[in-house]
């Protein structure tokens, strides 16, 4: 995933034989996101979380939705 993306989802395609890219964004918080996770349809999505540590490090992880 790029650097300069905070999350992209993923659908089936309407054949249903791939999976494809649904949404991408790269400025949206976390309570964003969590409203594009429509329960509608089978679908994943990444999503690049960053946190601090108690001492101040920022820390990164990709976590993996699926639905």
Do not use: H
């Amino acid at each position: 995933m790029s650097k300069n993306l905070k999350y992209i989802t993923f659908q089936l395609s309407d054949d249903k034989k791939a999976i494809v890219v649904g949404k991408t964004s790269s400025d949206a918080d976390y309570e964003t996101f969590l409203k594009e996770l429509r329960p509608d349809a089978c679908k994943w999505a990444v999503y690049d979380f960053s946190y601090k540590l108690d001492d101040g490090s920022q820390r990164n992880k990709l976590v993996f939705f699926s639905w």
